[in-house]
């Protein structure tokens, strides 16, 4: 019996693993998967960054690109090709200059950084702004410096209740799906 009932079921598994695998098509038809890699492709936009997903937490690059604060950083991160590195499992921690700290840098610095020539010193300067983990403003209090994934270390200072990291002070910080995204108020230049 017990073996009647496993070559029924494994007979049941064929049957609908088999009907799930056929798909007719006739010439000149395309399936919405395919038509959708296809418009992904020409549009250079490939990876999980581009994969709409409305029911999870926002990562910390959909958080970026929420916030009306953060256009220039969403900008940088655009030029530098980072965002698929910003989707990742993590966890990361993303301090995340605004717009008014990138408009405090000296003029035409933002502007020459986001040309194609420089995308290599963006990606760089940008990742100076990551960090793996998801550490609390709180926690972040218990550490000396951070090891960035531009592989500098930056310093962690507290200063009363105000926690800065790379000399940038933290004004907010959200939680994200793959991290946290720690708002600051200047942007963290590499040593180098």
């Known amino acids: 019996m017990k073996t009647t009932l496993k070559l029924l079921f494994f007979s049941a598994a064929i ?27 020409q549009t250079g936009k490939q990876g ?6 409305d029911e999870s937490v926002p990562n910390v690059l959909q958080i970026a690109i929420g916030s009306p604060d953060h256009t220039t950083l969403v900008a940088a991160v655009q030029a530098a090709g980072l965002e698929n590195s910003l989707v990742n499992a993590g966890p ?23 040309k194609p ?4 010193q963006l ?22 410096k951070l090891g960035q ?4 270390s930056i310093p962690v200072e507290v200063k009363g209740e105000d926690v800065y990291v790379g000399g ?15 708002v600051v108020d200047k942007v963290i230049l590499p040593a180098n």
């Open 15 to 41: 049957l609908v693993f088999s009907a799930c695998k056929n798909e007719t098509k006739t010439e000149g038809e395309e399936t919405v998967l395919e038509t959708s890699a296809k418009s992904d492709a």
């Open 48 to 53: 999980q960054a581009f994969i709409e997903n």
């Open 92 to 114: 990361l921690m993303v301090f995340a200059p605004t717009n008014v700290a990138f408009d405090a840098l000296p003029a035409g610095t933002v502007e020459n950084l986001l």
């Open 117 to 120: 020539e420089n995308k290599e």
């Open 123 to 144: 990606a760089y300067i940008l990742k100076n702004h990551v960090t793996p983990g998801n550490y609390s403003k709180e926690f972040l209090k218990k550490f000396k």
């Open 149 to 152: 994934a531009s592989g500098e």
């Open 168 to 182: 940038a002070k933290i004004i907010a910080s959200v939680p994200a799906g793959n991290g946290i995204v720690h």
